[in-house]
Each structure stands twice: as structure tokens, then as C-alpha cells.
């Protein structure tokens, strides 16, 4: 058991001592984290529910497995977002990116406009571009193979992080291929890794209600799974604050456990809160506007406790929090600021007040003032550069 941990509010504290004054059942759990066993649903749903001491010990905990899982490293990755179209009928209710023809923000971009922006941002020093977009009708599936392309021959080198589960599922559709022959198309031409987004909660009735189009949260897996069987590694996510509550981050969590237990094909797991100022879901009535502050820093703690020994890398959205809470949810757990971005939209779009771009340098500022070392990683997190 750790002796000393120096954590905000808590320098010099036994963490010992915390747990021998919080609940019973509280203390129990982190313990066993500490000691390396697994956490069920049931404790975690106990955890997403710690407060004023529990919270405390609780992020202290998770902050130690953290300093254990991957030292006092937090890396960030230099990327720029592309989002090719923004045209999509599929309807989720939470989504304020997504319009249809005739829309006056409405915007597909060529494959040369998107192939001129990947080297664009080669030269501006990103070594990834991430690739998202809306479900265009007018689409064949095979675009997203040309688009590969056509970014591999302006930028041989850049790494190519694309396509969500939903994309991918929509390319299946739209070229007859199964998913599997579909994903190692777009690997042979260049695809370097696949994002875990279009997760939201992988519980039926929650998705019901965010959307009935959407894919399912058996397809969402089974997509992931089949893109780690032909060696394309995924993120992972989920999306909270909603219509949800704790019982189904928990299970959500767990069910991220079981992937990564059978592939070990997932790099990291990102919590993003729900974004609510312009979400048609929000502005409908009915749901929270989001996550509260506490509810970020469970999330990203209890997140490191379930993953503990088998997901290294709890990333915090800087986008989604602003820079200073996600100083503080790196020391909940988390390890990784995410990425420069460059042209983020989708969250800009649901009314995020936080900025498209965040320069390295700022990074490296707002990491060496937690006492903590920058560095900069690829997107499977090999280190490029340690700013000691």
C-alpha cells in the first residue's frame, strides 16, 4: 500500500489514513484497486458516487494507479481534424453538427481539399490527421477508400486516424463488402487506426432514445472487434451526461474492459461530456446540460480504476472541459491532454466555448505547472519527444 501521495488539497496525506475514516464500502473498493484487483459494476456505480472525503480518496486512488500504469508523463498528439461533410440525415438528437442539403452551413469538401489540408498540416507539423464526417447520402463507400489515397500521396508519412464504427458500418452498406473485407481495403491503402467514437452509451435503451438510426451497441462492438482482428488499433469513448446515469457508465466501462481482455487493440479511453448549449437533444427539454465538475473527475478516476492493467492511457478532453478542469482530471487518473486539433467542428458546433486549436507549447505550460513532464506521442503512444 502507498505510503504518501501528493495530490492537491491532500499533500502529505496517508492514503492509508483516508481510507481508514471514509465509508466502509468506499474504502474497501479502493483498496482492492490498490492491490490490483478488478472492480465490478456494482463497486463502480459505488464510486461514481463518492463525495466531499470518498471523492478525495477516490482521485487520490486512481492518481496513484496512473503514477504506477505510466509514470508522470502526459502526452499530447499533434493532429488536425478534417471533417469532410457535415451533411447527414441520420438524425441523432445530441448532434448539432449535422445538416442537409440546402443548409446554409451545409459543406462537403473535395478529396483534394481534404487530401491539400492533410499536407497542410504535415507541414504545420501534425503527424496525425483525424478523419470524421457525416453520413452524406450521395456517398458510395468507396470514397473513403480515395480519400485514404489521395491523403497518401500528397503526405506519404502522416498517420491516417479514421472513420468511426458508424462510417464504417455505413461504408459496408453502401459497397456490399463485409466488414472485415471493407476495413482491410482501407488498411491496404493507408488506414492507421480507427477512433472508438459513435459509442455514446453501449446500452439498448439509452441509444433508443439518443437515436433509432444509429448503430447498435452490439455492431459497435463487434466493428471494433473485427478492426482489431486485422491489426487496426481503435481509441475507445464514451459520451456522458445525459439521459444516462451511473449504472450505465459502469456497465459501458466494463464492457470496454471486456473488448480490450479479448484484443488488446484499444490505445486509450476517452471520456467526453455531453455538450448541451446548441444539441437539439438538450434544447428539446428533458435532459441535463451535461456533466457536473464532480461528475468529470469520477468519471476520469473510476475510468483508471476499472481499466487499471489493462488500458494504460485515460485521455481528458481539453475541448470538452477547457484547459484548467482538465489539469485537474490529470491528476484523477488521466494521462494524455489529447491533441492540438487544428479545425475541431463538432464540438464547436453543439456550442463548446473552448477553442479549435491549442498550440504544443501551451501543452508543455499547462503540464509543467502540475510538476509533471510534457511529451509529445504518436498515435498509438510512442513518445516523439519528452520535454524534461
Known amino acids: 500500500m502507498v505510503t504518501e501521495i501528493d495530490s ?15 465509508d466502509l464500502n468506499t474504502s474497501h473498493i479502493l483498496d482492492r484497486a490498490m492491490n490490483g484487483e478488478e472492480i465490478g459494476v456494482e463497486d463502480a456505480v459505488t464510486l461514481f458516487g463518492a463525495a466531499d472525503l470518498e471523492l478525495h480518496a477516490l ?14 508523463i502526459v502526452t499530447f498528439v499533434t493532429v488536425r481534424n478534417i471533417n469532410f461533410t457535415n451533411i447527414c440525415y441520420t438524425g441523432c438528437r445530441f448532434c448539432a453538427f449535422a445538416k442537409h442539403f440546402g443548409d446554409e452551413e451545409a ?25 470524421q464526417g457525416g453520413l452524406h447520402p450521395k456517398m458510395t463507400g468507396y470514397e473513403y477508400r480515395d480519400i485514404i489515397i489521395a491523403v497518401k500521396e500528397r503526405v506519404p508519412d502522416i ?8 462510417e464504417i458500418q455505413y ?8 466488414t472485415r473485407d471493407f476495413l482491410l481495403m482501407l488498411k491496404e491503402v493507408g488506414l492507421g487506426t480507427v477512433p472508438g467514437t459513435a459509442a455514446e452509451i453501449l446500452d439498448t435503451e439509452i ?19 473485427t478492426a482489431h482482428s486485422v491489426g487496426l488499433r481503435t481509441t475507445s469513448t464514451i459520451m456522458y451526461g445525459h439521459i444516462d446515469a451511473p449504472i450505465h457508465w459502469a456497465r459501458h466501462i466494463a464492457i470496454i474492459r471486456d473488448i480490450q481482455k479479448e484484443t488488446g487493440g484499444i490505445t486509450e479511453f476517452v471520456p467526453l461530456g455531453f455538450v448541451h448549449w446548441d444539441s437539439p437533444l438538450y434544447l428539446d427539454g428533458g435532459v441535463r446540460p451535461g456533466p457536473t465538475g464532480m461528475e468529470d473527475l469520477r468519471m476520469h478516476a473510476v475510468a483508471r480504476i476499472m481499466l487499471n492493467n489493462w488500458i494504460k ?14 489539469q485537474l482530471c490529470l491528476n484523477a487518473g488521466a494521462n494524455d491532454f489529447g491533441g492540438t486539433l487544428m479545425n475541431e467542428k463538432i464540438s464547436r458546433s453543439a456550442g463548446a466555448p473552448y477553442g479549435q486549436y491549442m498550440a504544443p507549447e501551451e501543452f508543455q505550460r499547462l503540464v509543467k505547472d502540475m510538476g509533471r513532464i510534457p511529451a509529445q506521442r504518436s498515435t498509438t503512444y510512442d513518445l516523439i519527444k519528452v520535454y524534461e
Open 8 to 22: 492537491p488539497g491532500v499533500v502529505g496525506t496517508s492514503l492509508d489514513r483516508i481510507l481508514g475514516v471514509i
Open 59 to 72: 482521485c487520490i486512488t486512481a492518481n496513484e494507479l496512473r503514477k504506477q500504469a505510466v509514470g508522470d
Open 107 to 131: 459543406e462537403t469538401l473535395t478529396i483534394d481539399e481534404v487530401a491539400r489540408r492533410a499536407e497542410e498540416a504535415w507541414e504545420s507539423g501534425a503527424t496525425e490527421i483525424c478523419m
Open 159 to 166: 498517420h491516417i486516424h479514421a472513420f468511426s464504427p458508424f
Open 171 to 178: 461504408g459496408t452498406k453502401k459497397t456490399g463488402l463485409s
Open 207 to 225: 441509444r433508443q432514445k439518443l437515436t433509432k438510426n444509429k448503430l447498435s451497441a452490439e455492431q459497435w462492438v463487434e466493428i471494433i472487434k
Open 313 to 326: 492511457n485515460i485521455q481528458v478532453s481539453w475541448v470538452k472541459l477547457g484547459p484548467k478542469f482538465a
